[in-house]
């Protein structure tokens, strides 16, 4: 039988396992110890973020975010439809109202669609960059600035992209970051906020220590530390920073192997996409993506759902992503949604990913190609 091709398979640093035996041989496995500043450096050095915070997830950066906008339940915070939950619950968990606004046709946030949400109630613009592909910055800027908003950029898949020469997670108010297993640098769980103003670093320090200035006591500013303001647990471990240092040291490495996937099915699929009216991943010339997913958009549900279940029948996993918010059961419950996401519904129901992590094989990729483009629609 023939091997089965994932759809995704989280890479392996060499550093790794050497890096974990470091922390454990040593006194500290908890958070903030050498391997999280190294983290962080290289991070900061990747963004171009004069701030970066890790933290245990992009979910918990997202929700370091809304605390620190002070966000409650007399604001509104307009949200993708198309998104992963944690953009939106994040938002929710401090009472907030998420407004959903559609999508544009590569899946990111619609300028119009945020302009028609905007009321005397809103306070902030959540955006990802699917696929890390940057979002619509520069409407969404002039929007932002225009009404007094923040900008939260929810960059689970954007690590080194950039819009227009500015590294993506960097542009916005704040910026939050994934390393689940499924994203390009991983250590497992956990993620980091990206943050330019010095008042909400100082701020954000403390919310992630538990309300507690104890990062400043570390460092010798004070002479012991106390609960300061609200907060939570939001520090990750010495041993995923450890991973995620390792991880961050093949950053170049990653993205290569992760281009190699991606480029090889931009190059062999169009021939096929034109016979079959379907459409394929782009990225405009002033974006720089990751490489972080290669999806294509059948004409309807139907031949999405056959053509999954065809690469199934070849060994292929090749999922579909976000079921629409709007429409979900939280959503309906903790939102509102002012015009229809028409947009939103049709991408979701037509979008298909496919088999893409840094050690793909060549023979693998063909045997993606190969599975495809003997699909007709």
């Not at 450096?41 to 997202?62: D, M, V, W, Y």
């Not at 103003?197 to 320090?205: H, K, P, S, T, V």
């Not at 004070?222 to 520090?235: A, E, R, T």
Request: aromatic share 6%.
């Amino acid at each position: 039988m023939t091997d089965r091709i994932i759809f995704s398979r989280p890479f392996r640093a060499a550093h790794e396992l050497a890096n974990l035996e470091t922390v454990l041989s040593s006194d500290q496995s908890h958070g903030d110890g050498p391997f999280t500043a190294a983290a962080t450096a290289k991070l900061k050095g990747i963004t171009g973020a004069p701030h970066a915070l890790l933290t245990t997830s992009c979910t918990h950066a997202l929700e370091l975010a809304a605390l620190l906008l002070d966000l409650g339940p007399d604001d509104e915070v307009i949200v993708p439809s198309f998104a992963f939950t944690s953009t939106a619950t994040a938002m929710a968990l401090r009472g907030a109202v998420c407004v959903f606004a559609d999508i544009d046709e590569r899946g990111n946030l619609d300028p119009d669609s945020v302009a028609a949400a905007i009321t005397e109630r809103t306070k902030a613009i959540t955006l990802i960059h699917y696929g890390g592909v940057a979002a619509e910055m520069d409407r969404l800027l002039e929007l932002a600035g225009a009404h007094g908003l923040a900008i939260i950029e929810d960059n689970a898949h954007g690590l080194g992209g950039s819009w227009r020469g500015r590294p993506l997670g960097s542009i916005g108010t704040a910026g939050a970051l994934s390393f689940h297993d499924t994203k390009n640098v991983h250590c497992g769980e956990g993620g980091a906020i990206l943050l330019s103003d010095e008042i909400l670093m100082a701020r954000a320090e403390i919310i992630r220590e538990k309300g507690t200035d104890r990062a400043r006591f570390l460092r010798g500013a004070v002479d012991k530390y106390s609960w300061q303001d609200i907060g939570s647990s939001y520090l990750p471990s010495e041993l995923n920073a450890a991973v995620l240092d390792a991880q961050l040291s093949e950053f170049d490495t990653i993205q290569a192997g992760r281009f190699r996937v991606w480029n090889a099915y931009a190059a062999g699929l169009p021939g096929w996409a034109a016979r079959n009216d379907v459409r394929l991943m782009e990225v405009p010339a002033d974006r720089e993506h990751t490489a972080h997913l290669y999806y294509l958009r059948t004409p309807t549900e139907t031949a999405r759902d056959a053509l999954i279940d065809h690469l199934r029948a070849q060994g292929i996993s090749a999922p579909f992503h976000y079921v629409p918010l709007d429409s979900s059961p939280a959503g309906l419950k903790l939102g509102r949604t002012p015009h229809p996401c028409a947009k939103t519904a049709e991408f979701s129901s037509t979008l298909i990913r496919l088999p893409l992590w840094p050690d793909l094989s060549d023979a693998q990729i063909a045997r993606v190609l190969e599975a495809v483009t003997a699909f007709t629609i």
